[in-house]
């Protein structure tokens, strides 16, 4: 299912054997666009620190209380290695961490965990890739971005500005950042707009700025969507259609590839 990343933020996260904190953040890479680890405020419960825990622990989710239950103890947990998560998670910081938790790294094949789609794939512990476990270099020069600060974005189009980046929807089991919320009250009231990341002509995380090749009206005249419905699969067909796009759900595991710039929506 398709969901909010905003939404996702304040659901608690508890262990098996009792609460770990609060979801504050999420951080994804940047080059397949996939949420790699939530980032869980700990403070009132073993420690003061924040701790990342990745989609591979997840037992499952809570959807009506808004809580994730992950396999892991508070001990396991607390004893984790110390990330500043205000600052650059390095590759050395994630072999660290997956050293520690025992889990096959996600970084240097061709899917977006290991050799597939899901994350649970990794938290089997009879998988193995074979092989090398060692990632190429395009893998581990991939950056993690927070969610929270890349909010805020600014969206250039062909002609002028567009808005800004407003939220994230995510696939909640893949973990897939399938769209960008864009916000473009700043020149058209009220519309709020799906834009997928891969669609981005180019992006300048200096700059905090997103690049589209489309106009103001090629956005405004796009399929009108709705906060408070959600995304469903009748509004992707309709998005994509408008857009000129292969649609994700037929197409090959997204690699972060841009998708070909189409010249089906006029300006």
């Known amino acids: ?159 002028d500005t567009i808005g800004h980046v407003e939220d994230f929807i995510v696939d909640d089991e893949t973990w897939h950042l399938r769209y960008l919320v864009i916000d473009t009250s700043n020149w058209w009231f009220g519309k709020k707009v799906l834009v997928a990341p891969h669609w981005a002509d180019s992006i300048s995380w200096a700059d905090r700025v997103v690049r589209l090749d489309l106009s103001r009206k090629a956005i405004k005249d796009s399929p009108e969507w709705n906060p408070n419905a959600g995304v469903n699969r009748q509004y992707e067909v309709e998005l994509f259609d408008y857009y000129g796009r292969p649609v994700y759900w037929e197409s090959p595991a997204i690699t972060g590839t841009p998708a070909p710039v189409s010249r089906s929506v006029r300006a």
């Open 1 to 159: 299912m398709l969901r909010s990343l905003k939404d996702l933020e304040r659901y608690d996260v508890s262990a098996s054997d009792g609460d770990i904190g609060t979801v504050v953040d999420f951080l994804f890479d940047d080059g397949r666009w996939v949420v790699r680890y939530l980032v869980a405020d700990t403070d009132g419960f073993f420690d003061s620190r924040r701790v990342l825990i990745t989609p591979i622990s997840f037992q499952q989710a809570d959807w009506g209380s808004r809580r994730f239950h992950v396999a892991l103890t508070r001990e396991k947990v607390k004893n984790s290695p110390g990330i500043d998560v205000d600052k650059p998670v390095s590759r050395q910081h994630e072999r660290d961490y997956y050293g520690y938790y025992g889990y096959p790294s996600y970084w240097g094949y061709p899917g977006a965990w290991g050799l597939g789609t899901y994350p649970s794939l990794l938290a089997d512990p009879g998988w193995s890739i074979p092989g090398s476990s060692q990632p190429t270099q395009a893998a581990a020069d991939t950056n993690l971005r927070s969610a929270s600060e890349v909010r805020g974005y600014h969206i250039q189009g062909t002609d």
